[in-house]
């Protein structure tokens, strides 16, 4: 075997095109990867200038610099492009760099599919965000795309859908050579149970995203022929029901929360272990815990629609189970905590991320846990309480992740180290306004401010000044990243190959820069 990929490596290397050429017909995992995560760093910047321009808006109370409906346009566009084009890429673009390293492959196993998974974003992103200058205006119904709302869209109304559907496919091909390249590509000796956790965490999130995305194709194509084609899936008057998107809608939605969090407790089990100088405790209870949760993911939907006046019975049984996903959830806290514990700890920046992330993303999960209380989510629905929590989870939890594993793995992709000092200043810069931004958000909902609106009542202007103030501040941190980044691959020191003392994992076998086909030969895994 090891012949075969060596003369196919040389023959790739002489015939690789150069320039923009390179790019765009790119099969080898490490371009993807790159591609993936500019595009995502792009997409964070994009959906970030909404953030500030609501933010701005929300700064006094009373209309400021727009009118409501692009206001709302801008909370639904920046909800999609942060999910859709920020996070989820991100994880993509760190599991096509990562997998094969870590599993001792060449490369993923379908490149010509992986390639076009990724060219599918930039049209789907193009389309999505060209809407905004559209009759009618971007779509204005939230993220969540309620019918009837969303079916007020104007001209914007079918890009929405088609936008959707290139994403889907998009994720749904990734998600298939990620599983065909764990389940195929692993070097002999690697069983399942000794694989890296991101890998492991990566092969079940793909397995949700196979589930569900063809869930959200579904419930987008419904409301495209109900708007265009005479049905009536959720239009009451003739005979359907609107709840019913609620239903089909959170069936994907629940899981794909998941999907944007399990990659990072991946990316999380990878990094404490290597900065406390420990292995990681528990570590098929981390298998166990992983899988427990995807399969929890799928029977809790029913939490984000407490309101909509359901049977006693769905109520409790939403309740109860979204609680027990406490437990799994607790057992990874656990076991974090307990690798630290008497560990030979340093901090440098990727192990502060990934700190910061156990304790904020932990804020996140009890805000949820109060949250699937019933008789309290009917008090918090629809206010600011449920915009903190869910920014707790995605951004100090999925993002923070995902900045956590550019600073750990960039020093093996570019050969060189970043700025330490540069980086804790990120770290520090982010970490503090994060908490201005965010934290200020749970008063505001427990004190009854709705969600999505560009007006509020006087008495909570003290409490949105200080999170517009801790917005621009960490939107402003973060051109201190792209720089870091910037300038670690231009200038930065010469990595060592195993980069990290701590570091354990083939990827670290490799030298720095990793080459251009990471494993010829498969390695032996002890
Ligand atoms: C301990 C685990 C968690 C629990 C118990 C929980 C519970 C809840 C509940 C009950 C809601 C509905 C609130 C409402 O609309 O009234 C909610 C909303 C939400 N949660 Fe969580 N959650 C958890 C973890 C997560 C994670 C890990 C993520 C993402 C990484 C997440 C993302 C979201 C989002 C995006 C929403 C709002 C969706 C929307 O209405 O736009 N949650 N959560
Ligand atoms: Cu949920």
Same mark, same amino acid.
């Given at each position: 075997?090891?012949?075969?990929?060596?003369?196919?490596?040389?023959? @790739?290397?002489?015939?690789?095109?150069?320039?923009?050429?390179?790019?765009?017909?790119?099969?080898?995992?490490?371009?993807?990867?790159?591609?993936?995560?500019?595009?995502?760093?792009?997409?964070?910047?994009?959906?970030?200038?909404?953030?500030?321009?609501?933010?701005?808006?929300?700064?006094?109370?009373?209309?400021?610099?727009?009118?409501? &409906?692009?206001?709302?346009?801008?909370?639904?566009?920046?909800?999609?492009?942060?999910?859709?084009?920020?996070?989820?890429?991100?994880?993509?673009?760190?599991?096509?760099?990562?997998?094969?390293?870590? +599993?001792?492959?060449?490369?993923?196993?379908?490149?010509?599919?992986?390639?076009?998974?990724?060219?599918?974003?930039?049209?789907?992103?193009?389309?999505?965000?060209?809407?905004?200058?559209?009759?009618?205006?971007?779509?204005?119904?939230?993220?969540?795309?309620?019918?009837?709302?969303?079916?007020?869209?104007?001209?914007?109304?079918?890009?929405?859908?088609?936008?959707?559907?290139?994403?889907?496919?998009?994720?749904?091909?990734?998600? $298939?050579?990620?599983?065909?390249?764990?389940?195929?590509?692993?070097?002999?000796?690697?069983?399942?149970?000794?694989?890296?956790?991101? &890998?492991?965490?990566?092969?079940?999130?793909?397995?949700?995203?196979?589930?569900?995305?063809?869930?959200?194709?579904?419930? =987008?194509?419904?409301?495209?022929?109900?708007?265009?084609?005479?049905?009536?899936?959720?239009?009451?008057?003739?005979?359907?029901?609107?709840?019913?998107?609620?239903?089909?809608?959170?069936?994907?939605?629940?899981?794909?929360?998941?999907?944007?969090?399990?990659?990072?407790?991946?990316?999380?089990?990878?990094?404490?272990? %290597?900065?406390?100088?420990?292995?990681?405790?528990?570590?098929?209870?981390?298998?166990?815990?992983?899988?427990?949760?995807?399969?929890?993911?799928? $029977?809790?939907?029913?939490?984000?629609?407490?309101?909509?006046?359901?049977?006693?019975?769905?109520?409790?049984?939403?309740?109860?189970?979204?609680?027990?996903?406490?437990?799994? %959830?607790?057992?990874?806290?656990?076991?974090?905590?307990?690798?630290?514990?008497?560990?030979?700890?340093?901090?440098?920046?990727?192990?502060?991320?990934?700190?910061?992330?156990?304790?904020?993303?932990?804020?996140?999960?009890?805000?949820?846990?109060?949250?699937?209380? +019933?008789?309290?989510?009917?008090?918090?629905?629809?206010?600011?309480?449920? =915009?903190?929590?869910? @920014?707790?989870?995605?951004?100090?939890?999925?993002?923070?992740?995902?900045?956590?594993?550019?600073?750990?793995?960039?020093?093996?992709?570019?050969?060189?180290?970043?700025?330490?000092?540069?980086?804790?200043?990120?770290?520090?810069?982010? %970490?503090?306004? &994060?908490?201005?931004?965010?934290?200020?958000?749970?008063?505001?909902?427990?004190?009854?401010?709705?969600?999505?609106?560009?007006?509020?009542?006087?008495?909570?202007?003290?409490?949105?000044?200080?999170?517009?103030?801790?917005?621009?501040?960490?939107?402003?941190?973060?051109?201190?990243?792209?720089?870091?980044?910037?300038?670690?691959?231009?200038?930065?020191?010469?990595?060592?190959?195993?980069?990290?003392?701590?570091?354990?994992?083939?990827?670290?076998?490799?030298?720095?820069?990793?080459?251009?086909?990471?494993?010829?030969?498969?390695?032996? &895994?002890?």
């Amino acid at each position: 075997m090891s012949t075969a990929i060596t003369h196919d490596e040389a023959h @790739h290397e002489d015939h690789r095109p150069s320039g923009i050429l390179r790019w765009v017909t790119t099969t080898n995992h490490k371009d993807i990867g790159t591609l993936y995560l500019v595009f995502s760093l792009i997409m964070l910047f994009v959906g970030g200038i909404m953030a500030l321009m609501i933010r701005a808006e929300l700064f006094e109370p009373g209309l400021q610099f727009m009118d409501p &409906v692009f206001f709302n346009s801008l909370v639904t566009m920046h909800g999609l492009v942060m999910i859709f084009g920020a996070i989820m890429p991100g994880f993509v673009g760190l599991a096509n760099w990562q997998i094969p390293m870590m +599993v001792g492959a060449p490369d993923m196993a379908l490149p010509r599919m992986n390639n076009w998974s990724f060219w599918l974003l930039p049209f789907a992103f193009a389309l999505l965000l060209s809407t905004f200058f559209m009759k009618g205006g971007a779509p204005a119904g939230g993220w969540t795309m309620y019918p009837p709302l969303i079916l007020q869209t104007g001209d914007a109304f079918p890009f929405l859908v088609f936008a959707v559907h290139l994403m889907g496919i998009s994720s749904v091909m990734g998600a $298939i050579n990620i599983i065909a390249t764990i389940l195929n590509m692993r070097a002999p000796t690697m069983s399942l149970m000794k694989m890296p956790m991101f &890998v492991w965490t990566w092969l079940i999130t793909a397995f949700l995203l196979i589930a569900v995305m063809p869930v959200l194709a579904g419930a =987008v194509t419904m409301l495209l022929t109900d708007k265009y084609f005479g049905t009536s899936f959720f239009n009451a008057a003739g005979g359907g029901d609107p709840v019913l998107f609620q239903h089909i809608f959170w069936f994907f939605g629940h899981p794909e929360v998941y999907i944007m969090i399990l990659p990072a407790f991946g990316i999380i089990s990878e990094i404490i272990p %290597t900065f406390s100088r420990k292995p990681l405790f528990g570590y098929s209870s981390m298998v166990y815990a992983t899988a427990s949760i995807a399969f929890l993911s799928f $029977i809790v939907w029913g939490h984000h629609m407490f309101t909509v006046g359901m049977p006693l019975a769905g109520l409790l049984f939403f309740m109860y189970s979204t609680m027990l996903i406490a437990v799994p %959830t607790g057992v990874k806290v656990f076991n974090w905590t307990a690798t630290m514990w008497r560990g030979s700890l340093s901090f440098e920046t990727p192990m502060l991320f990934a700190v910061a992330f156990v304790v904020l993303f932990t804020i996140g999960g009890f805000s949820g846990l109060m949250l699937a209380i +019933v008789p309290a989510d009917f008090q918090y629905h629809n206010t600011y309480f449920v =915009v903190a929590h869910f @920014h707790y989870v995605l951004v100090t939890g999925a993002m923070f992740a995902i900045v956590a594993a550019v600073y750990y793995w960039l020093p093996k992709w570019t050969g060189r180290m970043y700025d330490e000092t540069l980086g804790k200043w990120h770290f520090w810069l982010s %970490t503090i306004f &994060v908490n201005v931004l965010y934290f200020p958000m749970h008063f505001l909902g427990l004190a009854g401010m709705p969600r999505r609106i560009p007006d509020y009542a006087l008495q909570f202007t003290g409490f949105n000044q200080v999170a517009t103030i801790g917005a621009f501040g960490f939107g402003f941190s973060q051109l201190l990243f792209v720089y870091i980044v910037y300038k670690a691959a231009h200038s930065g020191e010469k990595a060592t190959d195993r980069v990290w003392e701590g570091a354990h994992g083939l990827e670290w076998t490799l030298p720095s820069p990793a080459p251009y086909h990471s494993f010829s030969t498969a390695p032996t &895994v002890e």
